[in-house]
């Protein structure tokens, strides 16, 4: 069991996304009519923003400013103060996450913008790490920089589901994409 539970913790960004998921699917579930793709979208993007995003960076937040030196170990990295700058972004990162849940779909997109920002540019710097300085940490090039480059695409891509084609806008009363 010791060893589930650190291979989920070592792997964070993946084993919160796929709680996102698992949270999608119990609550379509619960629905008791048909499902509509607008609902199914809803469902997905709004989990994935309460796991993939604000439970993730929550995490992220923890490790990095109360468990620093254990938090650079897993990166390959040495110990910084740039750790708590981190893990501070990634609070805010958090909170925005969790006020999207059930937030406008700008607060939504913003929720995604601003960590697709940063994993992005987290994931360049992972690169550079491995090639120039040959770390492959799992902190540094294991599951956490494939996510870094994953998460956003599939919050964009999840946005889109939502609010992208006209007629899920129509069939919600929703104002077209980014405007509420």
Known sequence: MEQIITLALSNFTL??????????????????????RVVVAEALLSWFLFFALG???????????????MAASFIGWQTSPFQKEVGF?????????????KGSAGARLAAVIGPACFLWGAAAGHAVQIVEAHNYAPGNAGVIFYTDILIPLVGFALIWMRYGAAGSMQETGQTPAFEN
């Open 89 to 101: 972004a990634s609070f805010g990162f958090s909170v925005v996450g969790f006020l999207a849940f």
């Open 15 to 36: 084993t919160f996304f796929l709680l996102g998921l698992i949270a999608a699917f119990v609550a379509l579930l619960r629905r008791p009519r048909l499902l509509s």
């Open 55 to 69: 439970v993730t960076f929550l995490y992220n937040f923890v490790m990095h400013v109360f468990f620093s030196e």
